[in-house]
């Protein structure tokens, strides 16, 4: 019998296009060699342009999609995209403390590429004070972190690392800077793609979990994701009116 791969729990909401959310999370996870788990934590109603609108999943299903799964399997790492709600925070951060071992890969989605709210000031306020405590690498854009109160917070708040990335700044490069307590801890920069993607931060960090759930250190796993996550980008196509989606499976 075939050993296991490794095995990433991811908790996201579903994406009926397949470029972002859970969707993107279980290709990303499969191209990189794990097995990809998840629990819906909201149902969304959009296209390759944005969202018209998101439907949270009850927090005690979420929970009960997550111990069933747990109960049974050993997972390698968790990956955390769009939470829902304050209370289906509540209820993921539960399931995360009860294991303190297994990396926690946080993609903070404050909003959809066009702009459309992917978190209310309850569910953020709630993810600050339950989630981040608890995550391991944190992977917000630079709107997010700013949002969020810059890098700093994001430490203070109890994150390990945070990975900020250039995606939504205007530079010819888009340059992703990881932190930790200590200061930067690696820089990277790479050429800057034309167009705009629908997934890019859920391919990124969905590949860093991945990369984590392999044994990868921290460094090393965030270049990893980074190389994947631009080759994805670059094979990228455009299927619809709107944004591009990734091409996970690129040769």
Not at 21 to 47: E, N
Not at 133 to 147: C, D, F, H, K, Y
Not at 148 to 153: K, P, T
Request: glycine residues 10%; hydrophobic residues 45%; proline residues 6%.
């Amino acid at each position: 019998m075939a050993k296991s791969p490794p095995m990433v729990l991811a908790f996201a909401a579903s994406d009926p296009t397949g470029g972002a959310g859970l969707q993107a999370d279980l290709l990303t996870l499969a191209a990189r060699g794990c097995h990809p788990l998840s629990v819906v934590t909201a149902l969304t109603v959009q296209d390759t342009s944005g969202v018209e609108s998101l439907h949270a999943v009850e927090p005690s299903r979420v929970a009960e999609q997550a111990r069933c799964l747990l109960a049974d399997l050993q997972v390698d790492a968790f990956k955390l995209g769009v939470l829902g709600s304050a209370g289906n925070a509540a209820a993921i951060a539960q399931i995360l403390a009860a294991h303190p071992r297994v990396p926690v890969v946080v993609d903070p989605v404050l909003a959809s590429g066009r702009g459309d709210a992917l978190a209310t000031s309850g569910s953020i306020i709630a993810m600050q004070e339950k989630i981040l405590p608890l995550t391991t690498v944190a992977t917000p854009n630079s709107l997010e972190a700013e949002r969020l109160g810059g890098v700093d917070a994001l430490l203070r708040r109890g994150c390990r690392y945070v990975l900020v990335t250039g995606t939504h700044d205007t530079s010819s490069e888009v340059i992703n800077r990881l932190y930790d307590a200590n200061g930067l801890v690696r820089e990277d920069s790479w050429p800057r793609l034309p167009g705009e993607y629908h997934g890019s931060g859920c391919t990124l960090a969905a590949a860093l979990a991945a990369a984590l759930a392999k044994g990868l250190a921290m460094p090393d796993a965030v270049r990893d994701a980074q190389d994947y996550t631009w080759h994805a980008l670059e094979a990228g196509f455009r299927p619809g009116a709107g944004q591009f989606i990734p091409q996970r499976f690129f040769k």
